[in-house]
């Protein structure tokens, strides 16, 4: 029962480290097909594997920990991110996760796991429980940058009302990785509904201004009832809050 209680204390684990744990393929091979068999573990997808409490019957990974596992680079972020610091306004049944290789999205245990290119490892955190998730700067900006995707702005809205502060420093370098005018006209136009709140500088607004396109743009699709925001050349409702509010 050795080999189980290693699994068990890895929650989740790949082909890859089951060869590592018993020595060859041939091993790793022959213990997957027995655990599974015996139920001590359960396969999530192709050379991905869960393991199950001997005591519960239930699984002793959480969904945070199971997409963290999906490629050597994939981290939670976005809508997940929130769910996972404890700032969502709601719970959903669909994990957002970001890397750069090419995984399909698959439903497991009744969770969506849905994939997202991912920009760039910058802000990405390895958490003592093993799940790699965006820091709380780098998810508002993702979110930003995908709310027509992923949750909607209501969500990313009611969401952001739940964090106690921001590094204005750390949005900076999470701006900065995205390479993208236009995201600075979006985050600049958000953040300063929340400036207040956030606590965030004058001088972070002054820094978003400066790398701010040459024309103006629309904040969503949704264009009804938007105003120009000359400050930073976007159209987009006159008050974001109020906005959601009445939605």
């Known amino acids: 029962m050795e080999l189980y209680r290693q699994i068990a204390s890895m929650r989740c684990f790949t082909h890859s480290q089951a060869v590592a744990l018993t020595g060859s393929e041939s091993a790793a091979a022959w213990h997957i097909r027995q655990f599974l068999r015996k139920g ?23 969904r945070f920990q199971i997409a963290s596992k999906l490629s050597d680079d994939a981290y939670i972020s976005h809508h997940s991110a929130f769910e996972y610091y404890g700032f969502a306004n709601q719970v959903f049944y669909t994990v957002y996760v970001s890397t750069e290789k090419h995984i399909r999205p698959f439903s497991y245990d009744g969770i ?5 290119d991912s920009p760039g490892n910058h802000g990405v955190i390895r958490m003592p429980d093993g799940v790699s998730v965006t820091s ?32 204005p420093d750390k949005l900076l370098s999470s701006l900065a990785m995205y390479h993208c005018g236009k ?14 709140e956030l606590d965030l500088p004058s001088s972070f607004f002054t820094e978003c201004e400066r790398h701010l396109p040459d024309s103006k743009s629309y904040f969503s699709k949704e264009r009804n009832g938007f105003v120009l925001h000359r400050r930073w050349k976007l159209f987009a409702p006159d008050d974001l809050i109020s906005f959601v509010d009445n939605r």
């Open 40 to 62: 001590y573990i359960e396969r999530i997808r192709r050379n991905l594997y869960a393991a199950i409490s001997l005591e519960t019957d239930q699984l002793i990974p959480n």
């Open 112 to 116: 969506e796991y849905y994939i997202i």
């Open 136 to 167: 709380i700067e780098r998810t508002v900006i993702d979110s930003i940058a995908d709310f027509e995707k992923i949750g909607g702005i209501e969500e990313l809205v009611r969401c952001m009302q739940l964090i106690p502060s921001l590094s």
């Open 183 to 196: 995201l600075y006209q979006k985050a600049g136009y958000v953040l300063e509904s929340f400036q207040k």
